[in-house]
């Protein structure tokens, strides 16, 4: 299969610069990381996790609390638990475990760069981490606790790996097999999904060599982390392998409206950028047939199974290396709508970014200021000058790339730019106000206190798996659910609603909830003689 990279329309625009790139790279990926709680969901539960192989051992199958929790692959969370042993001592342990985040980040936009390179070019090297630093569905998971990202890089080494094979080189191999190996121990069946769409690779090259070399590689990977665990905990493992195969079988539904309005969001601005390079490339379409599968495959996927934004991500890297095949082969006048109204837009929202600062610094503009002391009741800003400098200095960068010259690669930068500049404003401006609202912290401490020194247990009602975590980490109670055998002595209940009955036989004893949240009410029973 002959393989020939297309050469953009505009022969004389100026190469982007590799030390731009790695610098918003790197505002990017460790903006917004630490200085904050575990926040509740994703990030509760997988820094959750983390903390207990950091601190109870068991380092083979993920829990939470003290249960087994079969809804991820280890591979996360055995490097997050790792960084936070290690830099537990300069940071707190959720932020040096969130760390690792960055770290899957930097290579999933590294191996992103490398694979659109070897697939459409130098030019598209660049363009790619450009365009999912942009990427809207993107945003969240690569700065919190989420296993996904390592599925992500994974995915893109292998995706690298086939774009070299394509070229002739026999030790894409290499990447291949190794980028399909990890991916399963990373993000489970569906970081496999991912991988395997390039698996075709050396069969449209005839490379069998590099075929059975890839296969040689992944295999052993694969099973790896299965065999260990069948030999340690056979019944953890099935319980592991039957929620993967649920998930992956059973559990499959018809696609909604809601599909395609949160595939929209996420996948915004790649998407439409996607299908230009499809039509772009409609008379040679092979260019396209590796990423046009792997977005066919996540397409598929995601269609017929939840509509979280996480269930999108298995598409994006495809549909980024689509876009990066013809984003800047865009005609004048798209190229200046697409550079326009991401410059308007990220402009717009880091004004209103501001103003919300200066509503809780402030307190002007009035009616602002009493909306945020509303939705956080008792939250004090203190901004530092160090954060205040950075961002103001960041939004003067920005002001200054709206007179960068006219380049190819000129609305991907603004759009990447535009999301680094709201991430970073949110993250030093808004960032106490969120953890205000998010973290669980003061609600778990209350709890604490509220109990005795000596306890047997706590039975739990309607408690979900992140706050389980959060009670976990931070104040080390461990919940059980109710059983014939077992009468515990007290009763945690969370409801969403102020006024409920007590139950007869137990006794409130104390009833808190998250600062600003209007609806989940936490309230601690103890059963009565």
């Known amino acids: 299969m002959a393989y020939a990279f297309p050469s953009p329309l505009a022969h004389n625009s100026p190469r982007l610069p590799l030390l731009a790139l790695l610098v918003l790279a790197g505002v990017y990926l460790l903006t917004g990381v630490t200085g904050h709680d575990p926040w509740?969901?994703?990030?509760?539960?997988?820094?959750?996790?983390?903390?207990?192989?950091?601190?109870?051992g068991n380092w083979l199958f993920p829990q939470v609390a003290g249960e087994p929790w079969p809804h991820t692959a280890p591979l996360y969370h055995w490097l997050a638990a790792l960084l936070g042993k290690t830099f537990g001592g300069l940071f707190s342990f959720h932020d040096a475990a969130r760390l690792a985040t960055t770290l899957f980040g930097a290579f999933f936009l590294f191996t992103l760069s490398g694979a659109a390179s070897s697939l459409h070019g130098a030019s598209a090297g660049r363009i790619a981490p450009l365009l999912a630093i942009g990427t809207l569905g993107l945003l969240l998971p690569l700065h919190e606790a989420q296993p996904a990202v390592a599925g992500l890089a994974c995915a893109t080494l292998a995706y690298w790996g086939a774009g070299l094979i394509l070229q002739g080189k026999t030790h894409g191999a290499l990447l291949l097999g190794t980028g399909i190996g990890l991916a399963f121990p990373a993000h489970g069946l569906v970081g496999l999904i991912m991988a395997i769409a390039v698996l075709p690779a050396p069969i449209f090259r005839r490379d069998w060599k590099a075929l059975m070399l890839a296969l040689a590689i992944a295999l052993p990977l694969i099973a790896l982390w299965p065999m260990l665990l069948m030999k340690h905990s056979p019944e953890l493992w099935a319980l592991w392998w039957q929620n993967e195969s649920t998930e992956a079988t059973l559990a499959r539904n018809l696609p909604t409206l809601r599909h395609a309005q949160q595939?929209?969001?996420a996948a915004w601005p790649v998407l439409p950028l996607a299908f230009w390079s499809l039509w772009l490339h409609r008379r040679q379409p092979s260019q396209l047939v590796l990423p046009l599968l792997g977005s066919l495959l996540g397409l598929s996927w995601f269609l017929s199974g939840s509509t979280r934004t996480l269930g999108v991500l298995p598409m994006l890297p495809p549909l980024i290396l689509l876009a990066a095949a013809g984003v800047d082969r865009l005609r004048r006048g798209a190229a200046n709508a697409f550079n326009w109204f991401g410059v308007m837009t990220f402009s717009f929202i880091a004004i209103l970014i501001w103003i919300g600062a200066s509503a809780q610094a402030l307190g002007w503009p009035p009616r602002i200021s009493r909306n945020f002391e509303k939705l956080a009741p008792g939250h004090e800003v203190h901004y530092s000058l160090l954060a205040l400098a950075f961002a103001i200095t960041l939004t003067g960068v920005w002001l200054l790339l709206w007179r960068i010259p006219r380049a190819n690669w000129r609305a991907s930068l603004h759009w990447a730019a535009g999301a680094t500049l709201?991430?970073?404003?949110?993250?030093?401006?808004?960032?106490?106000?969120?953890?205000h609202n998010k973290s669980y912290r003061p609600v778990a401490l209350s709890l604490r206190a509220a109990l005795p020194q000596q306890i047997d247990c706590i039975e739990r009602v309607s408690v979900s798996v992140a706050q389980r975590a959060s009670l976990d980490y931070f104040a080390g109670i461990r919940t059980e659910l109710p059983a014939r055998k077992r009468n515990c002595s007290w009763r945690l209940v969370i409801i969403d609603n102020k006024d409920r009955e007590v139950t007869t036989g137990w006794q409130e004893r104390w009833q808190g909830h998250r600062p600003g949240d209007r609806n989940e009410r936490w309230y601690l029973d103890q059963r009565g003689n």
Request: hydrophobic share 60%; no cysteine.
């Open 263 to 265: 595939l929209v969001w």
């Open 422 to 435: 709201m991430w970073v404003l949110v993250s030093t401006l808004w960032l106490s106000w969120i953890d």
């Open 40 to 56: 509740k969901t994703e990030d509760a539960i997988h820094i959750g996790i983390a903390h207990s192989f950091a601190t109870h």
